[in-house]
């Protein structure tokens, strides 16, 4: 998730509990601390001259006992090449963890003060295009999709394109079986931040070989032997499949 900022010099203040999912959550500290004249004014600190941004405040405690941890972070942001430190990642293990009562505002220079509902809009527009062709014992399908996301917060407004698409091919074959191979490829998928950060398991690439038996009429049975690849890393599968078509 990330949280941007509204201002070339501002300070990026959030709260949030990581908490385990089989955990009931609660919220400590609830109250934001007080932001003093002289650090709106700050342009700098002597500690680190030159820095593009710094901690002015950072607060963790953890329960064991609970499996709790909260943050209390305070960014200052000194100059236009720190505001990428405005961009807040919160690392967790998915499925074990999970992200609650997070809160984040930023402070402008004049002090006033703008709260992030931290919602995000997710607008996608698809344009897909098909092809066929067939000739005994042959049979080829190919699609690809145009795919637009437009991501749009409080904060920020980010809009990405990417290419999606299969080819699969076809061999009747003697005995009601069809052989088949179907390749999937989503080209340049690790550079979207959309799927990298909201679909980490999307599989960028899939190669699928298989065998169909039509052992009655409207129904088959499908034995796939596919690999996968996510931005996780690589994985096998072998599936087994039995299919009807209802009258």
């Given at each position: 998730m990330n949280i941007r900022r509204l201002a070339a010099v501002c300070t990026c203040v959030f709260m949030l509990t990581i908490a385990s999912?089989?955990?009931?959550?609660?919220?400590?500290?609830?109250?934001?601390?007080?932001?003093?004249?002289?650090?709106?004014?700050m342009t700098g600190v002597a500690e680190a001259p030159g820095a593009p941004a710094v901690y002015l405040y950072r607060q963790v405690d953890r329960d064991d006992n609970t499996s709790r941890e909260y943050n209390y972070v305070r960014i200052k942001i000194l100059s236009g090449e720190g505001r990428k430190y405005a961009d807040i990642d919160i690392p967790f293990v998915k499925g074990n963890e999970s992200i609650q009562s997070l809160k984040a505002r930023t402070i402008r220079p004049d002090g006033s003060i703008v709260n992030f509902p931290l919602t995000t809009e997710v607008r996608q527009d698809?344009?897909?295009?098909?092809?066929?062709?067939s000739q005994e014992p042959w049979r080829v399908v190919a699609t690809?999709?145009?795919?637009?996301?437009g991501l749009q917060s409080p904060a920020s407004t980010r809009n990405e394109r990417f290419f999606t698409g299969y080819v699969?091919?076809?061999?009747?074959?003697?005995?009601?079986?069809?052989?088949?191979?179907r390749v999937e490829d989503t080209p340049?998928?690790?550079?979207?931040?959309?799927l990298t950060g909201n679909?980490?398991?999307f599989e960028v690439r899939r190669l699928i070989l298989g065998l169909r038996w039509d052992f009655r009429p409207r129904q088959a049975l499908t034995v796939e032997?596919?690999?996968?690849?996510?931005?996780?890393?690589?994985?096998?599968?072998?599936?087994l499949q039995w299919s009807a078509a209802l009258p």
């Open positions: 999912l089989w955990r009931t959550p609660t919220v400590n500290g609830d109250d934001w601390q007080p932001i003093s004249p002289e650090e709106l004014k698809i344009y897909g295009a098909f092809a066929y062709w690809v999709y145009d795919v637009h996301i699969e091919a076809d061999r009747e074959l003697p005995h009601s079986l069809v052989a088949f191979g340049h998928a690790r550079r979207s931040g959309y679909h980490p398991d032997v596919g690999r996968g690849e996510t931005s996780r890393g690589h994985q096998n599968e072998i599936r």
